[in-house]
């Protein structure tokens, strides 16, 4: 990514496919809500309901559907699917991020019998154990457990506090009392992955818990043993 930080009207257009009403060469540097919004912002319309805000906005530009019918008060950029190109933008304006490749912090605790790609960055405190192996270009963020049987393929992203291969919840009955059932299986994370904070995923009772390519998950999530999530899958958390 560019460390560029300002960019002119149309050169966010080529970049997000989109069409500029007004006048191109306005200089954009930040991406801001329409309320926050200063004379250098670019902002994003997708619902209704704030079309009024927007009368008091001091943004230079707004990133609108196509079928938005504009006016003179502001530039725009149309788009077919804005929030696409809002994700876009954020890419752009993002601060440089910190984790650099290659790392493992000097307090992380990693199994002798775990293969750990070259290419990793693994933050402070994290555990992996016996029998993972992690890919090349994983990220595995700060006080994260990886606990045995567990594979992370490339360029996924483990956020802070996730425990992944954790136990099943698995017993069964008996005259005195419940019989804990081993958890024989394993875990195997797919590319291109997004885990959020505090997520648990445990690995599987005999068969393997699978998280294909592309999911995401918000923070907060459990998966149980066993499960299958497809390919881009997204679970969000609920909100109270």
Excluded at 33 to 44: D, L, V
Excluded at 49 to 75: H, P, R
Excluded at 133 to 154: G, K, L, Q
Aim: with cysteine; proline share 3%; hydrophobic share 35%.
């Amino acid at each position: 990514m560019s460390n560029q930080k300002s960019f002119k009207l149309e050169e966010l257009a080529k970049l997000t496919d989109s069409l500029v009403i007004g006048d191109p060469e306005c200089v954009i540097d930040n991406l801001a809500t329409i309320s926050s919004a200063s004379e250098s912002s670019i902002t994003f319309l997708t619902n209704p309901k704030y079309c009024g805000d927007l009368k008091n906005s001091k943004a230079c530009a707004v990133l609108v559907y196509e079928s938005y019918k504009e006016d003179k008060d502001f530039n725009y950029l149309k788009s077919k699917d804005p929030y696409l190109a809002y994700a876009i933008l954020s890419k752009l304006f993002k601060e440089e991020s910190y984790n650099t490749f290659p790392f493992i912090d000097k307090s992380a605790v990693i199994s002798k019998n775990s293969v750990i790609s070259k290419n990793v960055y693994i933050g402070p405190h994290v555990y992996i154990g016996p029998n993972c192996v992690i890919e090349d270009n994983v990220i595995i963020n700060a006080n994260c457990s990886i606990v045995e049987n567990v594979t992370i393929s490339s360029n996924t992203t483990i956020h802070y506090g996730s425990v992944l291969g954790s136990d099943g919840f698995g017993f069964a009955p008996s005259k005195n009392g419940y019989v804990k059932i081993e958890q024989l299986g394993g875990l195997k994370i797919g590319k291109n992955v997004e885990i959020g904070a505090n997520c648990s995923i445990d690995r599987g009772a005999l068969d393997d818990t699978e998280i294909h390519d592309g999911v995401i998950l918000d923070n907060l999530i459990h998966i149980a043993h066993n499960v299958v999530l497809g390919e881009n899958s997204a679970i969000a958390a609920s909100c109270a």
